[in-house]
């Protein structure tokens, strides 16, 4: 069997989906060849590259929100793009293709179908973006994270996986992972993090309420790099016993372990937590942006529903650190959220899409 190629882009939650299921892949097929196609103006090459597979670039570019001038520009992207991934494909004539959405993916999507090559495409969110919608018309089979994706898909082709995650969600121990952060057990830890490029309104409600939270809680804040140097800042200023309980960072490679750590966390509500959440069991509170079509608001519901999560809106943050604390103060309400959000895990979602790629490039 040849290899496969991986595509998708934008944000981490098309990308950390996509590692994980090349792992699975490898898992079943070892030595088996996983080439990555897609843009690198916003981390994909570093990411992708420090998961261990090769990194080849395909120009691709946003169409929502532009206005005429950075449509056409798009849209000529979006076509040189093409271009490259038909080279690309046409050279490594891989077995299957698989996309896990967003506007990075479209090229060598499209360039996938124009050679008739397999294309499995992933659904990360509850609702498709405009590249899944697209997309599930060219797919040879579609999976997706939560049953309520299937309003909005073939049902003939689509199956219901879950999101892949990082083993390390299922292979790790709360207690050694608070034990390795320094946690003592009988203090609560929150973990804020508004996404894998931060999150500047959840950032400056942590700012606003930084001591009252710190009084409460330790607190690993994930500020992305725009945030970094403020965030540094006023943990300088504080009092010497409540520095030591705020944990600031840009990014942190070992999330996984400080979600498994936390007794609450704070996040947006982009595509991961669909599958982060139930894997470490982790109550949230979730801040659902209102960019890219407002689809965070949709996956913020699949988890509140389910009971896992509580939904703030982001003209409501003010009210964070009280909500934080009411939280903390009530370990019943706590305990229900985590076996909630556990009971929604689906710890062999990347092993199932694998087994999809294997089936279809038969």
Do not use: C
Not at 161 to 180: Q, S
Not at 219 to 238: F, I, M, N, Q, S
Not at 261 to 275: C, E, K, N, Q, T
Request: aromatic share 6%.
């Amino acid at each position: 069997m040849s290899g496969f190629v991986f595509t998708g882009g934008g944000t981490g939650g098309h990308l950390l989906p996509a590692i994980a299921v090349a792992r699975a892949l490898e898992a079943e097929r070892p030595g088996v060849a996983v080439t990555f196609l897609g843009p690198a103006n916003r981390g994909e090459r570093r990411a992708v590259e420090a998961a261990g597979l090769p990194f080849e670039e395909v120009p691709a570019a946003a169409i929502r929100g532009r206005s005429p001038v950075g449509l056409l520009r798009s849209l000529l992207t979006l076509l040189r793009g093409t271009v490259i991934a038909l080279r690309h494909l046409r050279r490594l004539r891989p077995a299957a293709v698989f996309s896990t959405g967003g506007y990075g993916s479209f090229p060598v999507s499209l360039a996938a179908w124009l050679l008739r090559r397999p294309l499995v495409v992933f659904l990360p969110d509850v609702v498709p973006g405009l590249a899944v919608r697209v997309e599930q018309r060219l797919a040879t089979r579609i999976a997706t994270s939560t049953p309520r994706a299937l309003d909005h898909l073939p049902a003939g082709k689509t199956a219901v996986t879950g999101y892949p995650v990082r083993p390390e969600f299922f292979a790790l121990d709360r207690v050694a992972a608070r034990a390795a952060l320094g946690i003592p057990p009988a203090d609560s830890l929150v973990v804020v993090a508004g996404a894998s490029q931060g999150a500047r309104a959840i950032n400056e409600a942590v700012f606003a309420g930084l001591e009252s939270l710190l009084h409460r809680a330790y607190l690993v804040h994930v500020t992305g790099d725009a945030g970094y140097a403020e965030a540094a800042r006023r943990r300088d200023a504080l009092p010497p016993a409540l520095r030591e309980r705020y944990l600031p960072a840009a990014f942190r490679d070992d999330l996984p372990a400080v979600m498994l750590a936390a007794d609450l966390g704070v996040f947006r509500a982009g595509a991961s937590i669909l599958g982060e959440l139930p894997a470490a069991a982790l109550p949230a509170i979730l801040v659902p942006g209102t960019f890219a079509g407002g689809h965070q608001r949709d996956n913020a519901r699949w988890l509140t529903d389910h009971g896992a999560a509580r939904l703030v809106e982001e003209a409501d943050l003010a009210a964070l650190p009280g909500l934080v604390a009411g939280l903390l103060d009530d370990p019943a309400a706590l305990a229900a959220m985590r076996e909630a959000s556990a009971a929604l895990a689906r710890p062999d979602a990347a092993a199932a899409i694998a087994r999809i790629l294997l089936e279809v490039a038969k």
